[in-house]
């Protein structure tokens, strides 16, 4: 992991998100509607597109090691249990020894409706990810044109196709306009909204977690107990962008207190801090897609404003607190090994997934 806090496959996930025509490339196909970290009942999916032609679901598995048997088994399992489709293994490399058991696998089991794809990386795409990697959280996606020099990115190593040619399945490739009426489809607009205009905020690129009875999005801000949540509309009937702050992080909230002046006037004017809170409060304009337009003006001037100090970039200065403090002193001058207590949540994306999944405790807090 970088200093950003970005696994690597999440930045490959999200560059093919963004670049669809390299992976139409490399299968000889169209694939849309891309999307990622999928959920279907118990199986975790790191990409999920649609074969616009046959209209299927195309599921890939992202692994930006040498191709091993841990990952074979669950791709063999992928294709266990996904019906017409098409499974597509991305790894950094494949050897014979992979690529001899994937064949014999085929030959004894025979997936009538399943076409399978293994794709290596070039040579070089590691190193670009880790660069990528150790760059300032919202400077890589600009940066992505790294990525886009390697040519091709994505190269065939093993093609088994048992999907007739004539079949076409029946999977809408057309996403239906959203209905205002229902909760759920109010936030995927919002969302859709803010990656079109936050990009380079990459934890938007990421599905997120909805029900009927929930209002509020919420997305990871970069650090563990740290989570932005927004609403177009909630139920005292305003809309709204805050940066919330757990219990354990209340030194984080009075630090961003001792400067109030100057995130006001960097931020936003009605910019107000209360019970862990910091957030901009207004009244919905008349239609959705207004309030989503304002939201995101808010939304990213909130983002540029904080990320600098939550990701590392720049000291919050006269609020650190004393544990704070420590803290920092102890990463920047230590140079002993020494053992940390384990976290719970390794890794933002990981903190991301969990915050997601309890969104509603937060509401009662």
């Known amino acids: 992991m970088g200093k950003s806090g970005t696994k690597k496959e999440n930045l490959l996930s999200i560059f093919l998100k963004e670049n669809p025509q390299l992976l139409s490339d490399a299968l000889g196909f169209q694939v849309n509607n891309i999307t990622l970290e999928q959920r279907i009942a118990y199986n975790h999916m790191d990409i999920r597109g649609v074969d616009s032609k046959r209209r299927i679901p195309v599921i890939i598995e992202v692994q930006v090691t040498k191709a091993n048997k841990k990952y074979q088994n669950r791709v063999i399992e992928m294709i266990e249990k996904n019906n017409e489709s098409v499974i597509v293994w991305i ?10 058991e994937l064949k014999k696998w085929f030959e004894s089991h025979q997936k009538e409706f399943v076409d399978f794809y293994a794709l290596s990386l070039h040579e070089d795409t590691i190193a670009v990810l880790e660069k990528l990697n150790e760059m300032y959280r919202l400077d890589i996606y600009k940066n992505f044109y790294l990525l886009r020099e390697l040519n091709p990115l994505l190269n065939a190593e093993l093609v088994n196709h048992q999907i007739h040619p004539s079949h076409c399945g029946q999977i809408n490739t057309n996403p239906s306009l959203p209905d205002f009426d ?18 380079y905020f990459l934890n938007f690129h990421y599905d997120k977690k909805t029900n009927r009875n929930d209002r509020i999005l919420t997305c990871g ?4 107990g740290i989570i932005y949540r927004c609403s177009a509309q909630d139920v005292r009937n305003l ?8 219990k354990a992080e209340k030194d984080w909230y009075e630090s961003f207190k001792g400067i109030e002046k100057e995130l006001v006037a960097t931020i936003h004017k009605d910019l107000c801090f209360r019970k862990r809170r910091i957030g901009v409060y207004f009244k919905p304009e008349e239609g959705y897609e207004q309030t989503f337009e304002k939201i995101g003006e808010v939304f ?3 983002i540029d404003g904080f990320s600098p100090f939550i990701l590392g970039r720049k000291e919050i200065g006269m609020a650190v607190s004393e544990k704070y403090h420590e ?27 969990e915050m997601e999944e309890l969104s509603e405790l937060l509401l009662t807090k």
Do not use: C, N, W
């Open 182 to 199: 229902r909760t759920e489809d109010v936030k995927r607009a919002m969302l859709q909204v803010l990656r079109s205009k936050i990009p």
């Open 239 to 246: 809309a709204f962008v805050e940066l919330y702050f757990d």
């Open 300 to 302: 990213q001037k909130m």
């Open 91 to 100: 790894a950094k490399s494949f050897d014979d020894e992979i690529l001899d």
């Open 327 to 353: 803290e920092y002193i102890m990463k920047k001058f230590v140079q002993v090994p020494i053992e940390l207590q384990e976290q719970p949540f390794p890794t933002e994306e990981s903190y991301r997934i």
């Open 221 to 224: 801000a970069g650090k563990t």
